[in-house]
């Protein structure tokens, strides 16, 4: 049995290793391309980080300054509408988007200073809503909110729609799709310049570029090349319930906790904050603490009906912003991890600025500070 699958007729393949949002949005560009892709995932397409998601789009809640990271979540926010119809049109699965709106809770007088000056330097679109106006529109919140900042355009998604789309979408571009199985390795055709992956079944896949978005799991494998990039894993952990009546319309957000009404009537509570390595748990303690939060923000919460439970590991990084770019020292190598929750968010612009950026075409000047490089002091090689 030939265990090499090679593309080497092909004058252009690319092989994208992990496929959570992020690789299916990668892999989904180069497929409308007309460029073969192949695509590994060590469990199941968009099962990992993508599980741990609410589906929120939090452009504004998620960055709280006017800086690269903030305008790399707008640009990507932008085009996400889009984004969604060309895929929603392709694939004929629906990914729910809802433009419900985001307000951010403030409980703390120090907090409530914080946003107010730090939403003066965003755009017009932050709207500060006093505990009057918030109480009014929201009478089942709790008594302790002091106000909050309303954001009409951060919205979300069903983020197993969209990984359900995307999955579609990329059977139909004929894209090899291998799952269950992890790449362990590289292979080389000189020194410096990588082709391919070695797979832990023992095949190979060779291919004109690789791309990494392994999420949590990218650090492990570029271990293979000597290289030690600092994305460590966070635990994700949400819980979903059917309360007893309609509390809220909006997606109600603070710094530990997030509650994330849907259209079926239920609502999904997410907190992404547990650094507890690789090892997936949901504790009777955590989820305790989860939902003792989010009841002080909902009261109405306490008597919901329990419908689920489930964790994810999201992708970090010490600075907070995502990797983007090749590493030096390496040909035909582009690493795409690191976006923690943003993940669904930046899946337009990831996509479209990593392919971009392989097929030698303009991207915005501020994707040079996502570079892999940045942690030059941190990436150690061999």
């Known amino acids: 049995m030939n265990n090499e699958l090679s593309f080497a007729s092909i004058p252009e393949s690319v092989l994208v290793i992990g496929g959570g949002i992020i690789g299916c949005s990668i892999a989904y560009e180069f497929a409308k391309r007309g460029i073969q892709v192949s695509i ?8 990992e980080a993508t599980s741990a998601a609410a589906g929120i789009l939090a452009a504004h809640a998620d960055s709280i300054v006017s800086d690269e990271f903030w305008q790399l979540l707008k640009d990507s926010q932008n085009m996400f509408q889009d984004w969604k119809h060309q895929l929603e049109t392709f694939s004929d699965v629906h990914i729910n988007y809802e433009e419900r709106g985001i307000i951010r809770l403030c409980y703390e007088e120090k907090e409530e200073l914080w946003l107010r000056q730090k939403i003066a330097t965003l755009s017009s679109d932050s709207v500060w809503r006093s505990k009057d106006e918030l109480t009014h529109e929201i009478p089942t919140i709790g ?72 999420g949590a799991w990218t650090g492990n494998l570029l271990k293979s090349l000597g290289w030690t990039l600092p994305i ?22 603070t710094q530990n906790c997030h509650i994330v009404p849907k259209s079926d009537g239920t609502v999904i509570v997410g907190q992404p904050q547990q650094h507890s390595g690789f090892e997936k748990k949901l504790t009777i303690e955590s989820i305790t603490s989860l939902h003792d939060q989010a009841v002080s923000i909902l009261p109405g919460l306490k008597d919901a009906e329990f419908i689920r439970s489930w964790v994810g590991l999201q992708p970090a990084t010490p600075d907070g912003w ?60 061999k």
């Open 322 to 381: 995502p990797i983007l770019g090749q590493m030096v020292g390496y040909g035909g190598l582009t690493i795409a991890s690191g976006h923690f929750k943003t993940g669904i968010l930046l899946a337009p612009i990831t996509g479209k600025a990593v392919v971009a950026s392989i097929l030698n075409e303009p991207v915005p000047a501020y994707c040079a500070r996502f570079s892999p490089n940045r942690f030059e002091a941190t990436v150690l090689r």
């Open 40 to 47: 590994v995932e060590r469990g199941q397409i968009g099962h």
């Open 232 to 253: 460590h894993p966070v635990q994700g952990q949400c819980y979903q319930v059917r309360p007893k009546i309609s509390l809220t319309s909006r997606i109600l957000y």
């Open 143 to 214: 008594e302790h909110v002091l106000g909050g900042v309303e954001w009409a355009s951060d919205h979300q998604v069903n983020p197993h729609q969209l990984a359900l789309a995307l999955r579609v979408a990329l059977q139909k571009y004929n894209v090899k799709i291998f799952e269950g199985v992890e790449a362990t390795s590289f292979t080389t055709s000189s020194p410096r310049t990588i082709d391919g992956a070695r797979l832990a079944d023992g095949r190979t896949i060779k291919a004109n570029h690789v791309v990494i978005a392994g």
